[in-house]
């Protein structure tokens, strides 16, 4: 893993935070790795609002990620266009920058954001700390910490057969 990551991330975390306080939330779906950028932003803002775009496949995930970090998660569902969710998300806890945890690997469209961007519709200022991280770095950060992850199975303890 790449301490620059690390610590690259960290500062522009702690810019935002400084920035914009309690009108910052970090955004998650609860996908698989969600629990990665959960973990990194509250090393740095251990209150940080999460505001979670519910889909319905994903609700069990997002409860074992509430038990993990003891955390409550503000919940919002994903009806119709993920922009205007985020939007009415964002208006409803008075959020005027998010911090997203997309990496540059994930789609074509990625590739080009830059750390910090306002949204051309909607006006919020979106960091991306984590764009430059891998999907290895990923994996093994939320192995190192043992953290919930629907991606890296944990290890299965096996019995020796006493053969090996």
Do not use: W
């Not at 998650?28 to 979670?52: E, G």
């Not at 991306?128 to 629907?150: G, K």
């Not at 890296?152 to 006493?162: A, D, R, T």
């Amino acid at each position: 893993m790449s301490p620059g990551h690390y610590a690259e991330a960290a500062t522009l975390i702690k810019q935002a935070h400084i920035r914009f306080g309690n009108r910052l939330a970090l955004t998650t779906r609860c996908n698989p790795d969600s629990a990665f950028a959960i973990h990194l932003v509250l090393q740095h803002i251990p209150r940080t609002r999460i505001v979670y775009l519910v889909e319905e496949h994903t609700e069990p995930f997002s409860r074992t990620l509430e038990d993990f970090f003891g955390i409550t998660l503000d919940r919002f569902p994903l009806k119709g266009d993920k922009l205007d969710c985020l939007v009415r998300a964002c208006s409803t806890t008075g959020t005027r920058a998010i911090i997203h945890g997309i990496r540059k690997y994930q789609t074509g469209n990625r590739e080009r954001k830059k750390p910090v961007e306002r949204g051309a519709k909607d006006g919020l200022v979106r960091f991306h700390p984590f764009l430059t991280f891998t999907p290895r770095e990923v994996a093994d950060h939320i192995a190192m910490h043992d953290l919930p992850s629907l991606l890296v199975p944990k290890p299965i303890q096996k019995e020796e057969c006493g053969l090996h």
